[in-house]
């Protein structure tokens, strides 16, 4: 079971940490993912994390601001968000890919999301 955390309400050039919090299983083989939706829109691909959290993947609107990270000895993986932008605003949620080939269009597990807010 994942969970995440961190949201909340920050003004436009500000910074977020984000938490996913695994319960009830090992992350250690899993990649680890983070996507948000935006009101009215798809949910998309934000940032991906491997196992060894060498490998890392970013979609082209937050390379350079966001950094997916994680910490297999606690169960968690993170999402740093520097240089919050309005356009950033959206519910995010962490998912995980058992297994050894990533691909995020079949992710194995999805936690409840968490609302992030950029005002201008």
């Known amino acids: 079971q994942l969970q995440a955390s961190g949201g909340g309400l920050v003004q436009a050039g500000g910074f977020l940490r984000l938490s996913c919090a695994a319960s009830g299983g090992t992350i250690r083989f899993s990649y680890m993912a983070w996507f948000r939706q935006a009101p009215g829109k798809e949910r998309d691909f934000v940032a991906a994390v491997g196992w060894s959290g060498i490998w890392t993947s970013y979609v082209d609107s937050v390379k350079g601001r966001f950094t997916v990270s994680r910490d297999n000895s606690k169960n968690t993986v993170y999402l740093q968000m520097n240089s919050l932008k309005p356009e950033d605003t959206a519910v995010y949620y962490c998912?995980?890919?058992?297994?050894?080939?990533?691909?995020?269009?079949?992710?194995?597990?999805w936690g409840k999301g968490t609302q992030v807010t950029v005002s201008s």
């Open positions: 998912a995980a890919k058992k297994g050894a080939i990533w691909n995020r269009d079949e992710m194995d597990d």
